[in-house]
């Protein structure tokens, strides 16, 4: 009985992180598709590089803009809104004729995604039973991770197996959206004392002098991880086909696919290592998924491209969790949230930086050499983190 009691109770949450994967899914839904675009548009390596990171640019926007409009006009209408984004850009993909509706098509996914981040993983933290506790900020979390990495799957499933590649996975997924919605009307708001939107004000990068120590190696940890994210999700997919021949679609969605929810279980362990030992963890894991693509590209072998994910995907999810947490703990309580919001913006500054590089040097260098330059800038970023954690280890282990 207490046991049924406790899957009802678990219910709303699971939904909402539901809904949650489902948006997620959607802004990396067209990872194995750009090389289809590449061929029907004609446009550069470059081209779908700034096409990624024209994304995370939509996500920055709203963090500074809007970030914390659901704690002002409620959860439910901030999710309305990202759900609504989300079904226009997969409109703009359907549409498709020119570079341009890309463009379009990944900002919106961008502003839903960061309609989404904050209040969503809030949502189904309230929603659930004892609310703040770890098992619902792992039902947050494995939505978040787990919609990334199912939206490369199931486009790659369907462009290798089913008709009209460039169709329909934003049908399938416009479909999911409306399913969603519906979910989403039937849940519960969580915030009681509503305002209206124009209380809503843009949020400030915030640094106060004491969170300084915790927040530089959390910082650097957090733009690698994503940075490596970035990269396979934006250009793997073309050097899977291009270097190493693999042109089944499915394979390469599965091979992105597998970093995010690699990075499920980094997250997960986190717990298990305690925050002070997981951000150094989390370094080291990321140092050696560079070091696996560095010769997955030098030897164009595809099982070092699937090792990298796994191990690089992990320490992301421990390094991220790790860096979330110490700054958390160590930042003011009336100024966390700004602080928080800071290193989402540097973690998304390197998703789409280092990305736009490597495609900008894959024309003189070629893609492994422009991947062997990033690799070793990265690297050293994360070397320098890991190396001042050795000496200076985060004060917190929660």
Known sequence: MNGDRDRRGWLPSCLAGAVFAVCMAGTTLPTPLYGLYQDAFGFSELMVTVVYAVYAFGVIGVLLLAGNASDTVGRRPVLLW?????????????????????????????????????????????????????RASLVATAANMGGLGCGPLLAGILAQYAPWPLYLPFAVHLAL???????????????????????????RPALPPEVR??????????????????????????????????????????????AFFASIAGQSAVGRFGVRRSLPLGCVCLLAGLALLAGALWWELLWLVVLSAVVGGTGQGLAFRGALSAVAAASPADRRAAV???????????????????GVLSGPMGLEGAGLVFIACMAALVTSAAVYLLRRPASTDT
Request: net charge positive; proline share 5%.
């Open 177 to 203: 959206l409306a399913g969603s919605a519906v979910v989403l009307l039937g849940l519960r708001e969580t915030v009681r004392e509503r305002r209206p939107l124009k209380t809503v004000r843009p949020q």
């Open 340 to 358: 928080i919001s800071t290193l989402f913006v540097v973690a998304y500054v390197g998703i789409s930086l280092p990305v736009i590089g490597v």
């Open 213 to 258: 120590a915790v927040f530089r190696p959390a910082a650097l940890a957090s733009f690698v991880g994503f940075a490596l994210f970035g990269v396979f999700t934006s250009v793997s997919p073309t050097f899977l086909a291009e270097s190493l021949d693999v042109g089944n679609h499915a394979v390469s969605g599965l091979v992105v696919a597998l």
């Open 82 to 134: 990202g759900l609504g984004c989300a079904a226009l850009s997969a409109v703009c993909f359907l549409c498709a004729t020119s570079l341009g509706w890309l463009y379009v098509g990944r900002l919106l996914s961008g502003l839903s995604a960061g309609l989404f981040t904050g209040a969503a993983t809030a949502y189904v933290m309230e929603l659930a039973p004892g609310k703040g506790s770890p």
